[in-house]
């Protein structure tokens, strides 16, 4: 197994480490998938987590000068780590004006990701820093787990608001209860509602949009079609993943979305240039 | 003693006051005629620091009250909180300060710091302190062969790159390059923490004198505080260093102040790795606090003058410290069995002459004058362990050094 990247551009690097970064807010620990193509940070839904999982897609060419990589073999050219994504993160935030930042995957007391970075001086020669990131290779009969998410199938799918005024929303809601109630339709409505013994708030949007998603995301084009347009699905979710999610966001994105399948998951989607992160929140009763 | 601080100088005395907090809980405020000193030492004897301000920073200054003439001046020890809470918020000091009085001496037992604020508001603070011995390292920089220089801000760009929680770096020097690294005892936890290592060419310094390699490794947590300092003031910082287990000592001064941070050093931090078994159970090497503390005589210069003493220091490894209770309290990592007598060696190393015997009764004796004599004076602990007789650390001494 190896695996090689060398990013130069300022931006990327800045970009990179931003995407990285967030992802740190988001979780602990997470798996990072690297294939040929793209990289991918990956959680599983598991119970620890409280069942949340998220996909994060970012396409290498976009970051990367150079980037080479050998998998576990040739069918299965893939690497699987368990990263956490603050070292990552911590790390290259030091590097932040470096001429050229290098990506290996080396073996020191265990496997690392060494991130190795030259600094411009004033003197001739460059300032190196290295910084090896501990991280646990997934075996292979682990990556079912760690498997792209499928769609799922969807009642109402929607445009976000800007994602700073939910986040404020959510705040404050969160003060009132530990549980809040997202629902959509097809119209362009959305509503954020908790409810406790003593007060119930909703906050009300208006005129969001639906993305057309039209016949791929509803594979027996059934229910999404029929559906009358003012007909709200809604999920319940823990309010403390959602301002986890909402906390996290450093960048606004191009597009953010949310599909709602009624009573069962909130699923997150935001879709910059070059990345894409899913993030789904199952609903509880 | 008496002293005004104006206006500008007040946020950098408080900036002292914030680097000597990241050293130890106690300050000792310490005036003489050639300036005040504030200094501060951590609870294992193993990192000091010192602040001296000549009589030009101020813009009043007198030592000692007019009635003790010809007395020594007092020292204060103060609590660190007290004072530290003081100057807490520099950005208000300098907005709303325009000058600031400390009085020592009337009434007897208190420390009178006076802000005058801006709109007539005057803020008197009263602390107690307790009447000290006068705290200072003796530390002859003049021997130390590693020698660096540079402006604060290369140095925070060098520290930089670790993380505000990393306790210990490891600093290496060889004839190509100066290089940083995290360092970190064995465990489980070694599996999780990043390993940042960063590496400069000599040219980068001011002055870079090569001794022979060395690598040592210190508490960069209590380093932090000075670093802040001089940077905020773009103050050169000179660093003196030696071999493993021997301190280092980081000074930066300008015309009117003085400020010095010595921290002990790990002995032996390369030759042990974690692969490498060691004696006990606990793998953490022990930590050596040699920081040999001397009593101020009345000219605080006399100390470093005596070539025989400075000599005595600088290779004494066996220096057998301070407070028994102290130390047994503070040093987590050692335990009782490695809590030992001063071996023979050194007991015979440090009073071979009685000149020398003397010199060690000097070094100690600030510390015992507050124990009793009664061979207790025997039993205590050597923190300062020499590497290459580690075998020998479980056995008794038989003799005591003579006190």
């Known amino acids: ?285 | 003693m008496n002293c005004v601080v104006e206006g500008n100088c007040v946020k950098a005395f408080g900036k002292a006051i914030h680097a000597l907090s990241r050293i130890g809980d106690e300050l000792w405020l310490d005036p003489s005629v050639k300036g005040l000193a504030l200094r501060s030492m951590n609870s294992a004897h193993s990192a000091y620091a010192c602040f001296f301000f000549s009589p030009l920073f101020f813009q009043h200054y007198s030592p000692g009250s007019v009635s003790e003439q010809g007395t020594e001046t007092m020292t204060c020890k103060l609590v660190m909180k007290s004072v530290l809470s003081l100057f807490r918020c520099l950005a208000s000091i300098e907005r709303t300060v325009e000058r600031c009085q400390i009085s020592v001496g009337t009434p007897k037992d208190r420390v009178m710091i006076q802000f005058f604020c801006r709109h007539g508001i005057t803020k008197t603070h009263n602390l107690y302190f307790q009447e000290s011995e006068a705290l200072q390292a003796v530390f002859a920089s003049h021997l130390c062969p590693n020698v660096l220089k540079a402006p604060a801000r290369l140095f925070g760009d060098m520290v930089m790159h670790f993380p505000v929680s990393q306790e210990e770096i490891t600093l290496s020097m060889s004839p190509l390059s100066v290089s940083l690294k995290n360092y970190y005892e064995g465990g489980d936890d070694h599996m999780k923490t990043i390993c940042t290592e960063m590496s400069l060419h000599p040219d980068e310094f001011d002055y870079f004198q090569f001794g022979g390699d060395s690598d040592i490794t210190f508490c960069l947590k209590e380093l932090r505080g000075l670093l802040s300092f001089a940077e905020s003031h773009s103050l050169p910082v000179l660093v003196h260093f030696g071999t493993p287990g021997k301190p280092v000592c980081f000074s930066v001064e300008d015309m009117v102040l003085e400020a010095t941070v010595v921290l002990a050093t790990l002995i032996g931090s390369e030759s042990r790795g974690p692969s490498q078994p060691t004696e006990t159970p606990a793998q953490t090497p022990l930590r050596c606090a040699v920081i040999p503390v001397g009593s101020r005589k009345a000219d605080s210069d006399k100390s470093l003058d005596i070539p025989a003493m400075t000599e005595m220091v600088a290779s004494s490894q066996g220096s057998p410290i301070f407070n028994p209770d102290v130390m047994m309290q503070l040093l987590p990592h050692i335990d009782d069995s490695h809590i030992l007598d001063v071996p023979a060696e050194a007991c015979a190393s440090a009073t071979t002459t009685p000149a020398s015997s003397m010199i060690c009764s000097l070094l100690f004796r600030a510390v015992s004058s507050e124990q009793d004599d009664d061979g207790c004076a025997a039993r205590l602990p050597v923190l300062a362990c020499y590497s290459d007789t580690e075998e020998e650390m479980e056995e008794d001494c038989t003799r005591s050094p003579s006190l």
């Open chain 1, 1 to 285: 197994m190896k695996f090689r990247g060398k990013i130069v551009d300022i931006a990327c690097l800045n970009h990179f480490t931003r995407v990285i970064t967030t992802i740190s807010k988001l979780t602990k620990m997470c798996v990072l998938r690297l294939t040929p193509d793209n990289l991918y940070f990956v959680l599983s839904g598991k119970v620890a987590n409280g069942g949340v999982s998220m996909w994060c897609e970012l396409s290498q060419a976009n970051f990367f000068d150079e980037y080479q990589m050998e998998g576990v073999s040739s069918e299965a050219n893939e690497i699987c780590l368990e990263v956490t994504p603050e070292n990552l993160s911590r790390a290259l935030k030091t590097v932040q004006s470096a001429k050229a930042v290098k990506i290996k995957l080396t073996k020191k007391h265990c496997p690392c990701l060494t991130i190795a970075a030259e600094l411009p001086t004033m003197s001739s020669i460059n300032r190196v820093v290295t910084h090896d990131v501990p991280v646990d290779v997934i075996p292979r009969r682990l990556w079912h787990e760690f498997k792209e998410p499928s769609m799922p199938d969807f009642d109402v799918s929607i445009y976000l608001p800007p994602l700073k005024t939910l986040k404020n929303i959510v705040d404050r809601m969160k003060n009132l209860s530990n549980f809040l109630v997202v629902e959509a339709n097809l119209n362009g409505e959305m509503n954020l509602k908790i409810e406790t013994d003593l007060v119930s708030v909703t906050t009300h949007f208006k005129d969001l949009g639906n993305p057309p998603w039209g016949d791929d995301a509803s594979q027996d084009g059934g229910p999404s079609q029929s559906r009358d347009p003012d007909d709200m699905a809604q999920a319940r979710v823990d309010i403390r993943k959602l301002q986890q999610f909402l906390m996290g966001q450093q960048v606004n994105p191009s597009k953010s979305m949310c599909n709602i399948v009624h009573q069962r998951i909130l699923h997150l989607i935001l879709l910059h240039e070059d990345v894409s992160l899913q993030y789904f929140i199952p609903a509880v009763a």
